[in-house]
C-alpha cells in the first residue's frame, strides 16, 4: 500500500505536475496579492482600514472558490486516469500479479493522490492568506476550518474520481466526475432559492443534491469559515440565501459525519469494483 | 494440494458471448520448462491471467505453487514466489530501471538488505547494467522487455511466467533468454512459457502442451510430442488444422 501511494508521489514530482503547480500558484498569489493591494486606494479619496478589510474578507471568498474549483479539478484530474491508465497501458500486470491485494493497490493511490493534494491545499491555502495579512492587514475568523472544509471537498471529489477510474477510462470517469460536481453546486443554490421563498419542494432538492455529492455543503462551511461575523449579522434577505459566496451557519454536525461517511462509502464501492475487475 | 507447479481442471473463460478458455485441464511438473503453446488467439494469455489472479475463471479450478485461485489469501500469497513478464510489458517510464526493479523488490517483500545484491544481479543479467539509472522512458522496446524479464526474475521465484518473452528482441535477445531460462533449469525453477514462436520452444522447452481455441490439442514431454522425421511446426500445424 504503501509502495503504492510513494509512486502516486514519484510519479507527481517527476512528470513535473508538482513543479507546475508551484509555480501557478505562485502566480496566482502574487496577481491576487497585487489585486488586494489596490483596495485601498478604490476611490479617490481612499477607504478607511474597516472597509478595506470587509472588502478584503468578501475577496478572500471569491479567492477561496478560485482554489475550491482548482482543486476539484486537480482532484478529478490526477484520480479519474490513476486506475484506468495502468490498466489499460499494461502497466497495472506487472503490480497486481504481485502478493498484493486489489485493496491495498487501491488505497495506496488513494492516499497517494490525498498526499499530493493535501500538499497543494497546505502550500497554495497558506500563502495566500499570509499575502493578503501582509498586504491589507485582514485575517479571516476560522482560516483553519475553511482548510478542512475545502480539502474535504477535495476529497470527496479525489475519492469519486478514484472509484470511477476502476471502470471508466479517464477521459469519461472525469466527465462524470465534474458533471456532478457542477450539478451540486447548481443544486446548492437551488436549495438556497427555496429556503428563500420558504419552497419546502425546491429546499428539499438542495438537500438532497447536498447528500448525494457534499461538495457543495462543504463549500458552504468554507465560506462560512471565511465570512466575519459581523458581515453575517449584517446580511439578510431572501437574496443572500440563495447567494453560493454566503453563508449564514456551518454545515450541521450530522452533515459532516455523512461527508465523511460517503467518503469511506464511495471508496467501499471502487474497492468492490476493482475487486472484480479483470485487467 | 496439488504439489504440481501448475495444475488446471477444466478452466474455462467467457468475455461474454466470446470463450477464451473451454475446460482447460494440464499439469506443469515443478522443475520443468513448460512450453504452452498455440496461435493468436488460442487463450495462452487468458489461461495465464487466470493462473496469477488477473482475470477470474468461469468455471473450473487451477493451484499454482499448491495455492488455489479461488483462495484469496493463499493465492497472493503463493505469488510471492512467482515471476511474471507480460505479454503486454510497460513499466513506469518515469522511474529508472533501477527504481522500477526497486518497486517490485518492496511489492514482493524483499528483505531490504537484499535489495541492492537482487537488483544489481538481476540487471547484470539482462543486460541493463549500464541503463541502470536512466529512465524507462527512454528505453527501446527491447530493453523494456529486457527489464520486464529483470522484474520476473527478482526474488529468485520458484515459477517464473514468460508471456511471449522474445516478442520486442533482436536474435541477440532471444539468445540471452534462452541462457535465462537455461540458468533457471539448472537452478530448478519451473518456467511457463506462453509462444508462438516454436523454434525458439524447441530449443529450451522439455514439456509441452498445445492449445487452440481455448482447448489443449496435445500435451506431454517434447521427445514424445515430435516424432523422428518431424518438427514442433510439423506437429502443431498438423493439430490446429486438424482441429478446425
Given at each position: 500500500m504503501i509502495v503504492i501511494a510513494r509512486l502516486v508521489l514519484v510519479e507527481a514530482a517527476r512528470r513535473r505536475l508538482v513543479l507546475a503547480v508551484i509555480v501557478l500558484t505562485l502566480l496566482a498569489v502574487a496577481l491576487t496579492a497585487w489585486g488586494f493591494s489596490r483596495i485601498p486606494t478604490l476611490t479617490p479619496r481612499g477607504l478607511p482600514p474597516d472597509q478595506v478589510r470587509l472588502v478584503a474578507s468578501q475577496l478572500v471568498i471569491l479567492v477561496a472558490f478560485m482554489f475550491s474549483f482548482v482543486l476539484a479539478l486537480s482532484a478529478v484530474f490526477v484520480a479519474a486516469p490513476s486506475v484506468s491508465g495502468e490498466t489499460e497501458s499494461g502497466i497495472a500486470l506487472a503490480v497486481l500479479a504481485r502478493p498484493i491485494s486489489r485493496a491495498s493497490y487501491l488505497v495506496g493511490k488513494w492516499l497517494g493522490l490525498a498526499a499530493l493534494l493535501l500538499l497543494y491545499a497546505t502550500g497554495s491555502i497558506a500563502l495566500e492568506l499570509i499575502a493578503v495579512s501582509l498586504v491589507v492587514d485582514y485575517q479571516p475568523p476560522r482560516p483553519l476550518e475553511a482548510f478542512a472544509y475545502l480539502y474535504g471537498e477535495t476529497l470527496i471529489l479525489l475519492t469519486l474520481a478514484l472509484a470511477l477510474s476502476t471502470r471508466a477510462s479517464g477521459m469519461v470517469g472525469g466527465v462524470i466526475a465534474l458533471v456532478l460536481f457542477g450539478m451540486a453546486w447548481m443544486g446548492g443554490i437551488v436549495g438556497g432559492i427555496g429556503q428563500a421563498f420558504d419552497n419546502e419542494v425546491v429546499t428539499h432538492v438542495g438537500t438532497v443534491t447536498r447528500l448525494v455529492l457534499p461538495t457543495d455543503g462543504l463549500w458552504r462551511g468554507a465560506v462560512w469559515s471565511l465570512e466575519p461575523a459581523l458581515f453575517i449579522a449584517a446580511a439578510r434577505g431572501p437574496a443572500v440565501a440563495a447567494n453560493?459566496?454566503?453563508?449564514s451557519v456551518p454545515p450541521p454536525a450530522p452533515f459532516l459525519v455523512w461527508s465523511a461517511l460517503w467518503i469511506a462509502a464511495v471508496l467501499a464501492l471502487g474497492l468492490w469494483s476493482f475487486s472484480r475487475r479483470e485487467v | 494440494m496439488s504439489d504440481a507447479a501448475v495444475e488446471t481442471v477444466d478452466l474455462a473463460k467467457r468475455y461474454g458471448r466470446i470463450t477464451?478458455?473451454?475446460?482447460l485441464t494440464m499439469r506443469v511438473e515443478r522443475g520443468s520448462i513448460f512450453g504452452f503453446l498455440g496461435p493468436n488467439g488460442a487463450g495462452k494469455t487468458t489461461a495465464v491471467k487466470l493462473l496469477l489472479g488477473l482475470a477470474r475463471p468461469t468455471s473450473g479450478d487451477a493451484t499454482v505453487l499448491g495455492a488455489r485461485i479461488y483462495d484469496g489469501r493463499a493465492h497472493r500469497e503463493s505469488r510471492r514466489r512467482v515471476g511474471y513478464l507480460p505479454e503486454l510489458f510497460r513499466y513506469?517510464?518515469?522511474?529508472?530501471a533501477r527504481e522500477v526493479l526497486a518497486a517490485h523488490c518492496a511489492l514482493l517483500g524483499l528483505d531490504r538488505a537484499r535489495w541492492d545484491a537482487a537488483i544489481g544481479g538481476t540487471l547484470v543479467t539482462v543486460g541493463l547494467a549500464s541503463r541502470?539509472?536512466?529512465?524507462?522512458?527512454?528505453?527501446?522496446k527491447g530493453m523494456q522487455q529486457r527489464l520486464g524479464l529483470g522484474v520476473a526474475l527478482?526474488?529468485?521465484?520458484e515459477l517464473v511466467v514468460l508471456d511471449?518473452?522474445?516478442?520486442?528482441?533482436?536474435p541477440v535477445g532471444r539468445r540471452d533468454v534462452r541462457e535465462i531460462i537455461h540458468a533457471l533449469k539448472a537452478r530448478g525453477t519451473t518456467v511457463f512459457l506462453n509462444s508462438h514462436l516454436l523454434s525458439e520452444v524447441e530449443r529450451v522447452c522439455d514439456q509441452v502442451a498445445i492449445v487452440n481455441e481455448g482447448r489443449v490439442l496435445a500435451s506431454g514431454p517434447l521427445a514424445e510430442m515430435?516424432?523422428?522425421?518431424?518438427?514442433l511446426e510439423d506437429r502443431f500445424i498438423a493439430l490446429v488444422e486438424g482441429a478446425r
Open positions: 453560493p459566496f454566503f453563508a | 477464451a478458455l473451454v475446460g513506469q517510464g518515469w522511474l529508472t541502470a539509472d536512466d529512465r524507462v522512458q527512454t528505453f527501446s527478482l526474488g529468485e521465484p511471449e518473452p522474445t516478442s520486442a528482441l533482436d515430435v516424432g523422428p522425421a518431424e518438427t
